[in-house]
C-alpha cells in the first residue's frame, strides 16, 4: 500500500487545496509517480489533477486511459500541462473525450502542424472537399458550424501542448495558430458557400488576413483582421457579383463569431477596409486600387505592412498585396507623415482604459506595442531603399533591422528576448480561458499560475511581476533608443562592431521623425557628440531620450537648436550634463520648453544657469520674498545702474520660474498674472529706492526733496499682468515740508525719468516697459504731479474714461501715506455714490464701440482676437468696469481692481445672474490662457490666435491639447467666446 502523500510533498509539487490534492493524488494508483512528477511543472496543479480525473470519468476505457498516464510519460506531462494552463480546453476535452488522444503521438504533438494538413483538415470538418477550386461544405448549416468548432480545438491541443511542454519558440506558436486562423477562415467561407447557395458561383472573393494573422503572429485568442476583395465571374453584371461577394463576406464572418453550444472561435474583423466600417464590406480590385491613390491614410498604408491572402481566390488575394505594396513603400514620402504617425501613437494610448493602464502589456508603457511601432516605423522609412527590411512578421523585421545596421546588435537581440517574453506573457493568459485579454491580473492565485507556466516555480507571483517590470523598463529604454542611437552613430563617429546608418538613411529618419531640417540636426548632434570628451560621452548618453521628447513636440528642430546652445553655454559645468543625466525631470522639461517657447528659451539663453529652476520647486515667490531680495541687491551696490542691473537679473530668474510654471500646468493663469504684478511691484520699488538714493546724492541731497508713490493702472493695477505687457503707472509726488517746491518738483521728474530708463536700458535681461500715457493729459502732461495736482484736475476736467481707467488704479509702490492720500481722493471719482448717470452710460457704450471698430488692426480676425475680438478681454473687462461704475458706490464690494474678484462680487450682490457670470469667467480665464500661450510660444507679444502652424501646434500643446489637435483648441475658443458675447450684448448693450 502505498504512503499517503505529505503536506510537504504536496506544497513541494505546487498544490495549494492540500486536502482535495491528497484525495486526487492518493486517487490515481499506479498513474501516481507518472502524474505528480508531471504536475510539479504546470501551471496550476490542482486545476490539472480534478480535470484529470474528470477526463477520466469521461473517456470510454477509464483503465486503458490509467495505464496510459502510468506508462506514457511524454503524454502524460503533454496532457497534465495543458490541463494545467488551460481551464477552456480542460472543458473541451471533457466534452470531447476522445480528443486526448491527440497528445499520444510523439510525431504529431512534437511536430509543427503543416498549414495545408490543416487547411484540409478543417475543410473535411464541414464535409467540403480539399482539393476543390471552390470548397462547399455539404454537411448541415448547425452540424458544420459546431464541428468546426470542434474540429479547431482538436488541432489547438497538440500545438498548446508543444508551446507548454516542448518549448516551441513564441514566433513558431504564432505562425502556426496563423496558418490555423487561415485554414478556418476556408472552411467559414466554404459553409458560407453552401449558405449563399448557386449565387454564390457569380463571384470570386479573396480573403486578404491583417494584423497579426497577416503577418503570421496571431495569438491564442484575438480578432482576426481582414480586407475581402472580389471579382465577378465571367459573364456576371458588376451588381450581381458585388451583392454575392457581400453575402459571401458577412456569412464567413458570421460563422467564425456565433456563438453555438460549441462556443466560438474568434470574431472576425473588417474594420481595417477603405472607410472603416463605413465603406462597402468588398471592393473589386480597381476600387480598392483607387481609394488608396487617393484617400488612404498614413496609418492604413502602414496596416498593409502585414497584408497575406490566407483564403478563398488566392491568386485574386495575391494581385492585392502586388498593387499595395508601392505604396506603402512610399508612404514615409507622403505630406503629413509625421502628423500622422503622432496620430497613430496617440490612438493607441487613448485605447487604453484608465483603469487598466498600470497592468496593459499591450498598449502600456513598454508593452507589445511600443516594440511593434518602433519596428514598423523603421520599416516604413528604410524599406523604401532596402528590401530586406520588409518582413511583416515583428521579430523577424527586427532581426533584419538590426543586420541592417538600423538597429545595434545588442540592442535588436535584447528586444527580441523582451517582445519573445512579453507576446508569451500574452499567450499565458490568453489560453487559460481561451478569451481575448491584454491585461495582467493582478489576483495572486492568477499571478501564481502565471509564474509557473512561464517556468518561475520559486516565487512565481513575486517573480513574474519582477521579470515583467523589467522588460516593460527594457522595452521603453530601447523604445526610446532604437530611433536615435543610430542617428548618433551616423554622426559622431562612435567606434563599434554594428553596421551604422548613412549619413542619408539618417536625414531620412530625422525627416519620418518631424525635423523640417535634417541636415541641420544633423549637424547639431555632430556638434554635440563628436570626439572623445566627457561632454560628449554623457550627450551620446542623454540624446537618445532627449531627441525623442522633440520629436514629439510641435517643433523638434527648435528644440535640438536650443539645446546646442545652451549645452554649449554650459558644457564645462560641472552640475548641468550631471542634472540632466540623473534628474529626468529637469532634462524632460528642458526638452518640451525648448521645442514650444520662444520667450522661455530665449529667457534661459540669457542666463543659460536657469536650467537649476527647472529641478526646483515653481511655485512664484512671494512679494515679501522678492522685495527683500531686491532691496538687498540694491543696499549692496552703490551706483543705481549696477543696483538696478541686479534687479534685472532677480526679475528675469523670476519670469523664467512664472514662465515655466505656466508651461508645465503648475501654475494657472490667474495665479501666473498675481505673480507678475508682485515681481512688477518688487522691480519698480527697488527701482524707485535705488533711483531716489542716486538723485539725492548727485544733488548734495542728505534725504530726497519729495515723497513718490507710483500708481499702478490697467491690467497691472489690477493683477492681471501677461508676460509681454507693460507697467502702466501713474507717477504721483509729495513735497517734504521745508522743501524748494520747484526744486523738488524738478527731482520728482528727474525720479521718473529715472526710474523708467533703469529699467528700459539695453543689457542681458528683459527690458521693463514703464508706459505713464494714462496719467492726467496723458503725453501732453507732466510726468508726475503732486496730489493737489491730481485733485484740481479730476475736479475740473476729468472725464468717464478716465473714472473708467481709475477703477484699476492700485497705489503699490513708494511712500505708504501718499499712496493712502492718493486712494483716498480716487475712490469717489470711481465709485460715484450714486451711480452714473443715463447719458453717462451711453458716453461709456460710445467709446467701447469706438474702441471696437477703430482698435481693432487692420486685417485682424474679431472672432480670434484675444484682447478686442467678440467676447474677447475687453468685452469682458468694460461689462464688470460698468457694472462697478454703476454700483460700486452702493456696493462696496464691487471695489475690486481685479476683473473675476469684481465679478464674483457682482453675482453676490445679485447684479449678474450665477450662470452668465460663470460664462464670463470661464471665457476671460481661456482667452487670458491663450493669450499668455501664443507670448509664450512666439516670444513676443501676442494679441491673436497665431497662424503659422507650427506655432499654432505648439500653442495647443502648452494648453493641453494633443499636438496636432489644433482644431479641437480653435473650436473651444470660438464656442467659449460666442458665448460670452452672447452674455456682453444682453448686461453691457443692454
Sequence with gaps: MRTPPSATYLVRVGFEDLESARTGVEALGAARETVVGALGFVADPDLALRTLHDLADAVDDPDAFWTVMAEDAATTARLVHVLGASRALGEHLVRHPEHWVALCDDDLSCTRATAWGMRASLLESVGADPEADQPVATAPDAEAVDALRVRYRRLLLPLVARDLCHGERVDDVAAELSDLAAGTLEAALAVARARVG??????????????????????????????????????????????????????????????????????????????????PLVRTLASHEGYYERWAKTWEFQALLKARPVAGDLDLGARFVEMVRPLVWSVAEREGFVSDVRAMRRRVVDHIPTKEAPRQLKLGAGGL?????????????????????????????????????????????????????????????????????????DDDSALRRLGRSMGFYRNPAAT?????????????????????????????????????????????????????????????????????????????????????????????????????????????????????????????????????????????????????????????????????????????????????????????????????????????????????????????????????????????????????????????????????????????????????????????????????????????????EVDADLRPEGRQGPLTRTLESYAAYYAKWSAVWEAQALLRAEAVVGDEGLRQRFTALIDPLRYPAEGLAGDEVVEVRRIKARVDTERLPRGADQHTHFKLGRGGLTDIEWTVQLLQMQWAGRVPALRHPATLPALTAAVEA????????????????????????????????????????????CMASLLGYDVGDTDRMVNDYLRTTRRAHAVVDRIFWG
Excluded at 419 to 438: C, D, G, N, P
Excluded at 700 to 713: C, E, H, N, S, Y
Excluded at 916 to 939: F, I, P, Q, Y
Design 369 to 441: 506595442r511600443d516594440v511593434e511601432f518602433a519596428v514598423q516605423l523603421l520599416q516604413l522609412v528604410h524599406g523604401r531603399a532596402d528590401e530586406s527590411v520588409r518582413a511583416p512578421t515583428t521579430l523577424s523585421a527586427l532581426a533584419t533591422l538590426t543586420r541592417g545596421g538600423y538597429v545595434g546588435r545588442e540592442d535588436g537581440e535584447a528586444l527580441h528576448e523582451a517582445y519573445a517574453f512579453l507576446r508569451s506573457l500574452e499567450h499565458r493568459i490568453q489560453l487559460h480561458q481561451l478569451r481575448r485579454t491584454h491585461v495582467v491580473p
Design 464 to 768: 513574474l511581476e519582477k521579470e515583467w517590470h523589467r522588460r516593460r523598463r527594457l522595452v521603453r529604454r530601447l523604445h526610446e533608443k532604437i530611433f536615435y542611437r543610430p542617428l548618433l552613430e551616423a554622426v559622431a563617429r562612435i567606434p563599434g562592431p554594428d553596421a551604422r546608418l548613412t549619413l542619408a538613411q539618417a536625414e531620412d529618419r530625422l525627416s519620418a521623425l518631424g525635423y523640417a531640417d535634417p541636415r541641420a540636426a544633423l549637424r547639431h548632434l555632430e556638434a554635440l557628440t563628436a570626439g572623445v570628451s566627457r561632454s560628449a560621452r554623457i550627450q551620446r548618453t542623454l540624446l537618445p531620450v532627449m531627441l525623442e521628447w522633440f520629436a514629439d513636440s510641435p517643433d523638434p528642430d527648435a528644440g535640438l537648436f536650443g539645446f546646442r546652445r545652451i549645452s554649449e553655454a554650459l558644457g564645462d559645468t560641472p552640475w548641468y550634463l550631471r542634472a540632466l543625466r540623473d534628474e529626468g525631470q529637469v532634462a524632460e522639461r528642458l526638452a518640451r520648453l525648448l521645442s514650444t517657447s520662444r520667450f522661455a528659451t530665449d529667457l534661459l539663453e540669457r542666463e543659460p544657469e536657469g536650467v537649476k529652476i527647472l529641478g526646483q520647486d515653481l511655485t512664484p515667490l512671494s512679494q515679501e520674498a522678492l522685495s527683500e531680495e531686491m532691496m538687498a541687491t540694491v543696499q549692496r551696490r552703490a551706483d543705481a545702474a549696477d543696483a538696478v542691473r541686479g534687479v534685472r537679473g532677480i526679475r528675469r530668474r523670476e519670469l523664467f520660474r512664472i514662465a515655466v510654471g505656466e508651461l508645465f500646468g503648475e501654475t494657472d493663469v490667474e495665479q501666473a498674472g498675481q505673480a507678475l504684478t508682485s515681481m512688477t511691484d518688487a522691480t519698480l520699488e527697488a527701482t524707485l529706492q535705488a533711483a531716489l538714493r542716486d538723485r539725492a546724492r548727485a544733488e548734495g541731497f542728505d534725504t530726497p526733496p519729495v515723497r513718490m508713490a507710483l500708481i499702478a493702472m490697467g491690467r497691472y493695477g489690477g493683477c492681471e499682468l501677461s508676460y509681454a505687457s507693460d507697467a502702466d503707472v501713474m507717477f504721483v509726488h509729495e513735497v517734504v515740508e521745508g522743501a524748494d517746491v520747484q526744486t523738488a518738483s524738478a527731482f520728482a521728474m528727474a525720479i521718473a525719468n529715472d526710474v523708467r530708463s533703469l529699467l528700459a536700458a539695453p543689457g542681458s535681461d528683459p527690458v521693463l
Design 198 to 279: 448557386d449565387e454564390a458561383s457569380s463571384a470570386r472573393l479573396a480573403v486578404v488576413a491583417m494584423g497579426k494573422c497577416g503577418g503570421h503572429e496571431l495569438n491564442y485568442v484575438s480578432d482576426v483582421d481582414v480586407i475581402f476583395v472580389h471579382e465577378g465571374a465571367d459573364g456576371v453584371d458588376d451588381h450581381d457579383a458585388t451583392r454575392a461577394a457581400t453575402q459571401l463576406a458577412a456569412q464567413m464572418m458570421q460563422v467564425c463569431s456565433e456563438h453555438t453550444a460549441e462556443g466560438t472561435i474568434w470574431p472576425v474583423d473588417a474594420g481595417l477596409r477603405p472607410e472603416g466600417n463605413q465603406g
Design 910 to 953: 445679485d447684479l449678474v445672474a450665477e450662470e452668465d457670470a460663470s460664462v464670463l469667467a470661464a471665457a476671460w480665464r481661456l482667452v487670458s490662457r491663450m493669450r499668455n500661450a501664443a507670448t509664450l510660444v512666439r516670444g513676443k507679444g501676442a494679441d491673436a490666435m497665431p497662424g503659422d502652424p507650427v506655432e499654432r501646434a
